[in-house]
Every structure is written in C-alpha cells, then in structure tokens.
C-alpha cells in the first residue's frame, strides 16, 4: 500500500501532541507500507524535519506557510463577515496545497491519504482516486466551546462561539466525504456520529513510547515539588498553567507552604514567564523532560479545555508519577480514582488530593505503578497501530 501522510505542521522535532501521535503512527506505517510525507511548515527549516522523516518516507515534500498577523487577522474579519469557513481552516486552505496533493496522489499512484487534523481534513476534496482517512485528533467544535466558556472578555468569546457552528459543518462534511474518520476515543466516536451521522468512524488511541518514557533509576523526587508541564502557547495549555497557579497553588500552600511549582515547556508567553517567582521556576525549552517529570513528587495537569487525549497523561504514568487531572485532562482514556490517578474538577479539591499525595510516597508509589501498567497494557504504540491497520484496509476497499 502507498501512503501519504498529510499534516498541517512540521512533524519533527516532536514539540507537541499532534506531532508526537502524526511521527509515532508514520513510523510504525512506514515499517509495513511505502510512505509519503506532504506538510505544512509554518515558517521554519525544514531541515529537521525532512532529516527525520527521510529513513521512513519515500518522499518527504513541504510547503512553507506563513503566517503573518495581518493575514491571521484578515481571515477573523472574513470568518465574522460570512466566510463558510472557520478562520483557522481559511489560514490553511491554499491552491498551493490543493496542487500538491493532486499531484502527489496522481504521480505516486497513492492508495491511502491519511490527513492529519481539521486543517488538511478539509483537503478532502482533492482525494482523486485515492481513498481518504481523516484522522480528528481533536473535536474541534468541542474544543472552540471549551475555550468560549473561559473567556472573560465578552467580544472575544462572541467571536469564537460563532466559530462553533462553522467547525460542526466543516466536520460533518470530512466525516462524509472522507471514506473511514478516526477519533481517539468511544466517546469522541459517539459525538463525532451525532453532528455527522453515517460517518464511518473506527477508534485508534494516542499512546506512549513505553521504552523512552519509564522510570529512570537513580534520580531521587524533590519533596513537596509539583510540575506542570506543556507546549506553551496553545491557549488551553497557557490557561491550565494559570488556573494552577492561581487558582489551585495558594491552596497548597496552606498546608504545605514551601511547596515548589515547576511550569516546564517551551515558548511559556509573558503571562507564564511572570509567574518565576521563589518556589515558582518558569524553565522555557528543557533538554530532556524526563528528568524534570522523574523529580517531581506529583504531576499537576488541571486542564479546563480542550479534547482528545493528552500525551502528558500517557507520558506521566509511563514513568510511574503520581498524576492529578480534571475530568478534561482524563478525557477519553481510562482512568480510575485513586486507582491510576486523582480526578476531579473542583480547584479545592484538586489541592486537597494534591497535599495528600505530597505527604504519602507510599500512595504516590502505588498510582505510579498502576499507571504504567495501564499504558503498557491499553496504550503502546505498536498495538495501536494494528487498528490503523484495519482502517487502512477498510478505507482502500470502500475506494475500490
């Protein structure tokens, strides 16, 4: 089978969740079929990510994607005037990219085009004889509801609940063009069905390389530390890092008050950096994340937005941390209280389960080990990509 992979952004380095789920199922792609890869590259070198993806592809393409202020705010302006498209789909919506993909799929005689994300999901149409698997990552008509619900200012939160009504369209007409839809999760399944029914719409999980994220030997917690840790920048991740801090923080410390919050990611904007304070540390780009993620006593993920399941949450427990998560952060992946890790969405609550395990390592032990043998027994990559697999197969016979 020839397969292009489609992406709305350089896959390498692996700077964030789209990126770490697109390299992982390239990979495993690659080692049973011959890959394709055709990205946008938002302004940066190539380099890096053509240099990673040569020894898996048979050909790596990109298409540079600017993407300057005036231009993002042109297409907002056309969004609110009547645009069919939510803004960010106009942002990447080019003839450029709609010839690259014709091309490819007529010159590389391409049987599986398997989009990556709402951005290139809309490239459908340019499918020709090949068949269309449209990976969602993400319910972006959820996600964009999320974000409205934590916005304070009024005009801004006007602007994107009347994005919502566009992504729903724009979903349902992928779900119904595109030959097999994927989602992360049953429940995202089930509500991917309702907005877009007779899609066809399988299952393939996110999931951790279990063999680089484990517990490292030898590397002792630092008593009363928290982290939090994200690709900083995308809104929902910025926001769960603030409502940590302000919200969640200054209760722990009631009870423990020399607790140390380490907010680790790269690009934190101001509003994270003027957070470093004493006991507060603000780290931007770190070289090896495992090592921040093995010394701190409790990983704090108290996300309020978003969808999809998170990389961090797979990446925590693989390394037997004692995790603490809202029902946002849990989203789509099975965890149990107090079982694999705490859950709640209260922000009292959260810095009650939060001093509890600061103060019981024996507990933190016990979520850690539980969580690890989730992920090796539900989440690996290897097994997940069997599923892909079979909506592979399943997307080329509807085509045929």
Known sequence: MRVLVLTAKAIWPLHGGAEIRNFNLLKETSKHHDVFSLSFLLGTDPAEHVAALSPLCRRVETINLPRPRASRVRHALASVAGSSRPFVLSEYHTGEMRSAVARMVRDEKIDVIHAHCLHVGQYVECKGSAAMVYDAHN??????????????????????????????????????MAEKVVMLSEDDQREFLRIAPGSDVAVVPNGADVEFFQPRPGVDEEEHSIIYFANFGWPPQDDAAL?????????????????????????PPPAIRALAAENVVVTGM?????SYIQRAAVVALPLRVGSGQKHRVFQSLSMEKALVTTSIGSEGIALEHDRTALLTDDPARFAEYTVALLRDPA????????????????YEWRANYAALERVFEDALRKRR
């Open 243 to 267: 409502h940590l801090h302000n919200d969640i923080l200054p209760l722990v410390r009631r009870e423990i008050p020399g607790v140390r919050l380490y907010l680790v990611g790269r690009t």
């Open 139 to 176: 319910l972006e008509h959820l996600l964009w509801d999320r974000f409205a619900r934590v916005q304070k200012d009024p005009l801004r939160r006007a602007f994107v609940r009347r994005q919502i009504p566009k992504f729903v369209e724009w979903e349902r007409r992928i779900g119904q």
């Open 363 to 378: 507990r933190r032990r016990r979520l850690g080990r539980a969580g690890r043998e989730l992920i090796q027994t539900r």
């Open 286 to 290: 770190v070289p090896d994340i495992r």
